[in-house]
């Protein structure tokens, strides 16, 4: 199955590459893994990005008409970070990560690998860890790849729930202001959420604590009858789970504590209902709750790396140049699990490389072939590289697969 000629995919594909010094040179491209590997130890880079396959090498894009250079493949690609979460996180700021808000990060990974799977068909995932606080997704299948810019937009807008831009959040500051009966990726989105948002936005993050944040949630109720102000202003240490409980138990509405006694809890009846046809309704407090779950806990993505072909994308396993840790493929089935501090950092797999030298018991997997020990296997890398090399298994075996149906098409003709 490996073939030591690349295709187009690699040799057509832009690399750009950031030195030292800060300069940034794009629109690299290599005949050869073994030319990209020269440059990269002859350049040393403090990272290199993965951009868009091209109608033509990128490098030899000056002696291509203007008009015949144009990206024609490209992983379609999604980028989370938790600096988009600065509303929900509490327990860090700025660059920091734990593992708690790590939790935010593995909330967008199960949601949006769900939607990737089902509702477009997409097999080929791969989660990477982006080095410091956030992950990428590449998605690998042939009709992701050729997707256009209009079709990924296409396909962003429909993942992205978040008002912005133009519409604006809606007047109580929700970005999400949504009505039922909610759209089947919506509904799944909800259920996925209530199983988590008790540990991970309310205990985990305590969003309700600070006055600024639990009046922002009476506010969204737009509800005189909802009477909390004053007992929680004189209580700081009223928790953010007594607080949403004591909301929903307001409308009747199930708690994680009454889930059991109170298994079909009706709606609070809206005030204002008009028939179908018949303008606005007010939202039910039950779709506010909905909506409140899906403001702090659904996927937020940046949505631009996904809407171009020739995003430049940072390369899976290149060291995040701050953090010093490996940009590693990550298990979305175990994501919640995941510990960025865990992750290993380019100084300890030295540290274990040079143990290794030294008692020469290193062991040999075999992968692609490669004349060189394959070092990596005895390093704490170990089951990531594992987890990449199924992920280009399968892709390589779908490939085989198309090709030998094409042949065999070409046959019966
Ligand atoms: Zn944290």
């Not at 959040?169 to 988590?196: C, I, W």
Request: glycine content about 4%.
């Amino acid at each position: 199955m490996w073939s030591a000629v690349p295709s187009y995919l690699f040799t057509q594909r832009e690399f750009a590459i950031t030195l030292q010094n800060e300069a940034y040179l794009r629109y690299n491209s290599y005949s050869s893994h073994t030319e990209l590997q020269k440059d990269m130890i002859r350049l040393n880079p403090t990272r290199f990005e993965i951009g868009a396959v091209y109608s033509g090498a990128p490098k030899d894009r000056k002696t291509i008409p203007k008009a015949g250079f144009k990206p024609v493949e490209r992983e379609l690609v999604l980028d989370i970070d938790l600096t988009d979460y600065d509303d929900v996180r509490r327990c860090c700021s700025d660059k920091k990560i734990c593992a708690k808000c790590w939790q935010l990060v593995a909330m967008a990974v199960d949601l949006l690998d769900k939607t990737l799977r089902r509702d477009f068909g997409y097999k080929h995932l791969l989660w990477v860890y982006s080095g410091r606080r956030g992950a990428h997704c590449w998605v690998s299948d042939p009709d992701a790849m050729r997707l256009s810019d209009d079709q990924r937009k296409a396909l962003v807008n429909y993942i992205n729930l978040f008002k912005s831009g133009g519409g604006g959040p809606n007047k109580y500051g929700l970005k999400v202001d949504l009505k039922s009966p909610f759209h089947p990726m919506v509904q799944r989105a909800v259920d996925t959420l209530s199983e988590r948002f008790k540990k991970v936005v309310l205990d985990g993050q305590e969003v309700f604590l600070p006055e600024e944040n639990w009046r922002f949630l009476l506010r969204i109720w737009a509800d005189p009858e909802l009477k909390f102000e004053e007992q929680w202003k004189k209580d700081e240490s009223v928790s953010s789970s007594v607080k949403w409980n004591s909301i929903l138990k307001h409308y009747g509405l199930p708690t994680d504590e009454s889930t059991t006694e109170t298994p079909t809890p009706a709606p609070a009846p809206t005030k204002k209902k008009t028939g179908p046809g018949g303008g606005k309704r007010r939202v039910s407090p039950l779709e506010t709750m909905q909506n409140v779950m899906l403001h702090y806990g659904y996927a937020r993505i940046d949505m631009e790396v996904t809407k171009h072909q020739n995003h430049l994308l940072k390369s899976p396993f290149c060291v995040h140049p701050a953090t010093g840790k490996v940009c590693v493929p990550l298990d979305p089935a175990s994501v919640f699990d995941f510990v960025p501090d865990a992750v290993p950092d380019v100084r300890d797999l030295l540290r274990e490389l040079d143990r290794l030298s030294r008692s020469s018991a290193i062991p040999s997997i075999p992968i692609i072939p490669n004349p060189a020990p394959a070092d990596w296997a005895a390093t704490a890398l170990h089951s990531h590289v594992l987890l990449f090399q199924k992920h280009i298994d399968a892709i390589l075996h779908d490939r085989l697969l198309a090709k030998q149906q094409l042949n065999q098409t070409s046959l019966d003709f």
